[in-house]
Each structure stands twice: as C-alpha cells, then as structure tokens.
C-alpha cells in the first residue's frame, strides 16, 4: 500500500518561507476556489494556509540556535481526524494514503480540526469548510506536467531541497532512505496517530582536521626519494620539457 | 479551546430538557408503582412534555449556529458507525420525538393498561413511551458527552467524568425546572421534586468538583519537546507563521485572562449549585412557584458558565505550536 509523505530536512531549512508562498500560491488558484485572506493589508491580516513555517530558538543564549520548523498536514496512518467526522468528507484514500476534505459535503463544524493535535487543519472563514494540505493532489497526478514537476508546489519551490516526497511505505524510495538513514522521526509519537510525514533532525556536520593535513610532513612515505633533483634550479624546468 | 455560545447553548438546553423528561418520568413511575400517592395530574405531564421538547428544539436550533454549512446538516447522520457526533445527531431527533409522543399519549389519555405486571400494575401506553424515551435521553446524554470525552488529547475532557457530569448536571437542572412547574401548577409534587432536585444538584456538584481536582493537577502528555521532536529541556517560539494570529490562535484558545476564567470557575459554583441549593431547600416548606423559579433562572445561568469553563479549561496540544505571534 502506498502512502504519500513528506520528509522535512530541519537540519537544512532556512525558514525562507517559499513553500508557505509557493503552496498559497497553488492551492488558492485551484479548482477548489481561493483560500481565503482577510484584511490582508490591514492591522491584522489573516487566512488560510496549509503550510507554516515556525520558528523555535533552543537552548540559551548565547549557546543557541534557531530551528525552522514547517508544519503542515502530516497525513497520520490512523488519523484521528477522519473517524469524528459526521459526515464523511474527511477521508484517508486507500490509494495513497492522502488524508483529504470532500469541500462540498463538509459542513465547517470545526470537529475535526479539535481532533487533529498539530493544529494542521484551518477552516475557510469565507467559504466555510475545513481546509488542509492535500499533498497537492492535483498536481501529483496530472499527466499534462512534465514528470519531475508531479511533486507538491512546496517541494518544487524549497531552494534548500529540505522537503523530500515520496512513498514512505516504499523502502527504496529516497524518502524511506532518508527517515532510516538519517534519524527520521514523528511529531507527537504519544498519540498513536502514526504521522506519515517525517522530519530529520538538526546534524553536526564538523571535520576533524589533523596538524599534519595543514602542514604537510616532507615525504612522509619516501615516495618522492627519487625526484630529489627536482629541488627548484635543479632538475629540468617545464620549459625545458616543452623546449625539446 | 474556544467556546462557542452555539455549543454551549446546545449542550444546556438539551441538557435541561432531557433532565426535565427524566424528573415527568420518575414522577410518573412513583406514581403508577404506588410508591407515593397516585398523580391524576394530566396537565402536568402535557406541559412538562411540551417544555422539554421546546427546550431541545432551541438547543436544536442554536447548534445550527455553529455549524459552517447547516443547509448541510442532513449528511451529518451518515457516518454513525464512527462519529459520536454523528450519533448525537440521530440521538437528538430520536429524543424530540420520543418526548413529546410520551406527552401526546397523555394528552390523548393513553392510560388503557396495555398488559398488567406481577403487583397488579398496569402498563399503559405513556409507560412504554416514557421507557423508550428514557433510552433515546440516555443515548443523548452519552453521545453528547462523549463527543468531548473521545478526543484523547484534549485530557481534560478525556474522562467517565465528562459523560457523567453532562448526566448530573442536565438533570439536576431539569428537576429544579419540574419543582418549579409543579409549584406553578398547583400539584402536590414540589416537595418530590425539590427533594429530587436538591439530590441531583448536590451529587452533580459533587463529581464538578471531583472533576476541576483532577484537572487542576494534568499532566500534559504532549511538550514542545514531542511537538517539534526537539530534545530539549529549553525551547521557546520566536515564530508562528502568521503576523495577525489564524484560525488555530482563534479556535483553540478562550482568548480571556488567567483570573477571568478563575472568577467563571467562582461564578458557575455559586450560581449552579449553591444559590439553587438554597431556593430549593426553601421550597421545600413554601409552595410559591417564584421560588424554585428563581432557582432555575439561576442555576440555568450558572450552567452557561460552567459549560463555559468547561471549554476555557480544556488546553488542546496544538496550542504549543501558537505560543508567540512573532
């Protein structure tokens, strides 16, 4: 069975916010209708998104450091969205493993986004459904793209390549590389919700570097013992060589 | 989280239309099994029937209210076999109905015994009504509180108390309404109904209180630490992604000071429990119908802030991802 995903490099993210744009920018021109901002150039603009970026500051100053964090739908394999819905127009698709909103039979009780932990859910105040990320369905599939454009807008746009898409149940996929090969984890893992999406986390990449790689010891193995006549003023210059 | 005057209404006025149902139908059963003088007081049974399902139908009503889409609403009784929400939905028209053709049988004096029990009591048609409403007002009372005690991690909320707070505290309010009604009808049952009220307000405060102690000492399951998957003892947001706060900055915080939902907390004691308390008791040796009727207007309000409370108090985990706006 597939599972969609996204795997979130934090170690690489620089909180730029492109996939927050780049997301807005897609979905809210999407056959589902615009996602709704208010006041947007007001005192207090506000809308909708299915896609944040955070910004959390660990440690203490001035051993610190800033981690951005972007939270999205995270597509759990036991959604605890979906059962509370009274409607149905929650669903997880059994293809995919896209956890979805039928935008026509919701009917904006809001139940479901008290259901989901990570706050990933935001209603529409103007259409007045629930919205979420949908792992950019409508481009994942669409065959008038060109193959490496399938992804989500978010991935396409990321300058850092901190968002990886793939097929987390697929062990050979680049995503299930990365969560196993570089610690991927889950959000919240007390839940039980088993998010499909994974996050990497912050790595130390230092080099160690020895005295002698700097200065180079002379010959250390005696391997250049027979070029000692190429002392400089010596042995044969390269214009010699090319003099012949 | 939030509370919304939609749910909040919901949940008391069917909370006090169920109870109301529940004290006609005690009282009907002391009555018909003689274990108190026998009731010929049709009239009380048709009003009291009539003033329940009204209540419902207003709660009914103001639920609409919170909902996005109520042209909508029809679809909401599809998904049962998952959503106590769902099931709310089918319990709430099954104890309309079944309410108010228990008062239609008295009103058409249904009172032919249909079968006769071992002690020579006839079952008539308004007892197996009354049974079956009975039902449909339990199934209510359990899909109503377990659409909030389901949600895991809201831990609040996620207790055998919240069912059985949402049981006590809708009957208790319904018996202080029948006290009133009986009083105001001039029928001999106030001083049954007081006793039964003063009961359920006294039992229902009791498990409140058993409840705001075993949340005042929650041990939230969820930290930063879990929520970004950051192990640190010292994380603190610069940042949430929006300038202007979002749906999750509105909907999942109460939006009032520390002290205010304390004085709430102070408010809904007094008003739901103690000053009913104090009229009821005063009824019970005074058969002026003003006095348990004060006992209802204030316990109805203190009911609005306990239900108030009851969201404020509830601290959902996504509200550690929206702590700073910037």
């Given at each position: 069975m597939t599972q969609l995903a996204l795997v979130i490099d934090l170690n690489v993210c620089v909180g730029c916010h492109a996939c927050v744009t780049s997301c807005k920018e897609w979905n809210t021109s999407g056959e589902a209708g615009p996602m709704v901002d208010k006041y947007a150039y007001g005192e207090n603009p506000t809308g909708t998104f299915f896609n944040r970026v955070q910004s959390f500051e660990i440690g203490t100053y001035p051993q610190t450091e800033t981690v951005h964090f972007p939270k999205s739908c995270?597509?759990?394999?036991?959604?605890?969205?979906v059962p509370v819905c009274p409607t149905g127009a929650s669903y997880k698709r059994e293809e995919d493993g896209i956890v979805l909103v039928d935008y026509d039979k919701c009917i904006g009780c809001k139940y479901c986004s008290w259901a989901c932990p990570y706050g990933a859910r935001e209603i529409d105040e103007k259409q007045r459904v629930m919205k979420k990320c949908t792992l950019c369905v409508d481009r994942i599939y669409d065959e008038a793209l060109p193959v490496s454009e399938r992804k989500p807008a978010c991935v396409m746009s990321c300058p850092t390549s901190a968002r990886l898409f793939g097929d987390v149940h697929d062990e050979n996929s680049e995503v299930s590389k990365a969560i196993r090969e570089r610690a991927g984890y889950q959000l919240m893992p007390e839940w039980g919700t088993k998010p499909a999406n994974h996050y990497l986390p912050r790595r130390k990449t230092e080099i160690k570097i020895h005295k002698d790689e700097l200065e180079r010891v002379d010959n250390p193995l005696s391997?250049?013992?027979?070029?000692?006549?190429?002392e400089p003023g010596k042995g044969p210059s390269l214009d010699d060589m090319s003099n012949w | 989280m939030h509370p919304a005057f939609s749910v909040i209404f919901l949940t008391t006025l069917i909370g006090a239309g169920q109870g109301l149902f529940l004290a006609l139908f005690t009282g009907q059963i002391f009555s018909q099994f003689k274990l108190m003088p026998e009731q010929h007081e049709v009239n009380f049974f048709i009003w009291g029937s009539a003033l329940a399902t009204l209540l419902l139908c207003v709660g009914l009503f103001a639920s609409f209210f919170h909902l996005g889409h109520p042209e909508r609403a029809w679809r909401t009784a599809t998904k049962w076999r998952t959503s106590w929400l769902s099931r709310e939905v089918i319990a709430l028209p099954a104890a309309i109905v079944t309410i108010a053709a228990y008062g239609l049988a008295h009103y058409l004096g249904w009172n032919t015994p249909l079968l006769t029990m071992p002690g020579g009591t006839g079952v008539d048609a308004t007892l197996l009504l009354g049974l079956i409403a009975t039902v449909a007002t339990y199934a209510l009372f359990i899909c109503t509180g377990m659409i909030y005690?389901?949600?895991?991690?809201?831990q609040e909320w996620h207790t055998p108390l919240t069912v059985i707070n949402f049981i006590l505290l809708g009957t208790a309010s319904g018996f202080t309404i029948a006290t009133a009604l009986s009083a105001y009808l001039h029928i001999g049952l106030v001083y049954f109904y007081a006793n039964w009220a003063i009961f359920f307000t006294v039992v229902a405060l009791i498990f409140r209180v058993a409840t705001m102690l075993r949340n005042r000492n929650i041990n939230p399951k969820s930290d930063l630490r879990s929520a970004i998957g950051i192990n640190h003892n010292n994380i603190r947001q610069m940042a949430q992604g929006s300038m202007g706060g979002s749906f999750n900055t509105r909907e999942y915080f109460h939006g009032k000071s520390a002290a205010f939902v304390k004085s709430i907390k102070y408010i809904f004691v007094v008003l739901a429990f103690l000053v009913p308390l104090f009229f009821l008791v005063l009824s019970l040796n005074n058969s002026a119908y003003f006095i348990p009727l004060i006992a209802v207007l204030v316990q109805y309000v203190g009911l609005l802030a306990e239900r108030w409370y009851f969201f404020a108090d509830a601290n959902h985990p996504q509200n550690l991802y929206y702590q700073q706006i910037s």
């Open positions: 995270l597509h759990c394999e036991e959604p605890p969205c391997k250049e013992e027979r070029l000692r006549h190429n | 005690g389901c949600i895991k991690f809201l």
